[in-house]
Every structure is written in C-alpha cells, then in structure tokens.
C-alpha cells in the first residue's frame, strides 16, 4: 500500500522528539511533521478539560497538513484525551503510555518505579493498567519540575541533578529493579538517570514499542510513502533555540502561533 502523506506527531514540547527520533530511525523514508506545544508545557499540571482542548487543537493544525496518522507523543495527552480525540476525528491515533507491562514481567524483585508526571500518573487509563499488577510494587513519583528544565534547556544543570536525586534515591531504597520512565521528555535525562541508579536497575521508555506500532499499522491499514522525498518539519509555538540545540541543527524548524 502506498500513502504519501506524513505521519503527524505532537507532544506538549520538545520531549516527544524521543519518540519522533525511534520512529525516524525505523522508518526513515517515512515524512514527518512535527508539533512542539511548548508555549502550553508541561501539560501534567493541567486539568483533564484543558489536556482535551489542547490535544483537539495540536490534531487539528496536524489535520490541515493532511497528517495520514497522528501520534500522541505525550504520555499526559495519551491518557487524558486519546478517547475523545479517537471518538472525534476520523484518522488513526497511536498513543504512548508508561511501559509497565515489560517491566512487570522482567522485574525479579516484584518492585518496580514510574516517573511521570502528576497528569499521567493521576489519569482514569493509568490506574486501571496498574491495577493489572497487583502482585508488583508500583513506586509512583511525579517528577515535578524536570520538563520545565528541560523545555528550558537545562538538562545538564545542577537543578536537575538535584531534582534527580531526590526522585530516584527513595525507589533504589525500595529496592527498585526497573524504571519506567512516563514522560516522553525524560529519555532525555537517561544519561543523568544512570549516573544515580545501580548498573542493575534497567531503565525502560516507550520508544521503540511506539515506533513498531506505527509500522504496523502504516503495514496493516494506513500505507507507506513511495516517493523519493522523505522530509521532516518541525514547528514550536516558543522560541526554537532549545529545540534546534536537541536536534543538532539538522533539520528545518519552523516557529509558528497555532
């Protein structure tokens, strides 16, 4: 099946390029457009109602580009609004949710942590997943601050070590042996997260299922693009300075009111 269209992919910033990258790297002949909603970031302190308004209005500028596929890159918007936005708009979504389910059936202490922020780990969808397991310990902690640092471009900042530290040390005296990370900013952070976990404790995101969803599903029902050109857009409602610093001053960024 042939569909030259782009796959149409948003977050609530610039995280969600961890996930755009999995699925560039698996489909490179693949066009992207891709919207960084960092003027309403981070999107885990907002109310459901709000998340919802926000998800409708990133699908729709997506749609006006005639996006083939939209992927919710942005655990928050995933579990607060992908029903409505489903239910409402006739394209198919992929979603992205905190990867407890590989962590749970690799963990051998039974004891496993979930970093994300309070709008993911509050949501309706992320309670009934984790009451599936109730015979592994599921430590939650919201990581207040840590996307505001990063959309900032501080990522390697003593406020975010700090930070760091004060979310993970209370999980390895848990005795923690996985952590999911829930929020598609923090790959971002894996190598500062490394720095302070024990070598055994695994770290586990989303990436990587994301993509093979979206190859399956362009597989399956939607078609891959067939023409020479494969390009990447990217548009930021803020300054894209920290956006083009996380790309590497590859690829065409566009900063745009929307």
Known sequence: MENNEAIGIFDSGIGGTSIWSAIHELLPNEKTIYLADSKNAPYGQKT???????????????????????????????????????????????????????????????????????????STLFNKTTEKYQDTKIIEQVGNGLVQLIESGQINSPEMTQLLNSYLKPMIEANIDYLVLGCSHYPYLIPQIKAILPNHIQIIDSGEAVAKQTQKLLSETIGFNSSTKSETVFYTNTDSSVLKQILGNKYKVQEKEF
Do not use: W
């Open 48 to 122: 459901k109602e709000e998340i919802i308004a926000l998800s409708m209005k990133n699908t729709e500028f997506l749609l006006n580009m005639n996006c083939k596929l939209i992927v919710v890159a942005c655990n928050t918007a995933t579990t607060n609004a992908i029903q409505e936005l489903r239910a409402k708009y006739d394209v198919p979504f992929i979603g992205i949710e905190p990867a407890i389910k590989p962590a749970v059936l690799h963990s051998k202490t039974q004891i496993i942590g979930v970093l994300a922020t309070q709008g993911t780990l509050s």
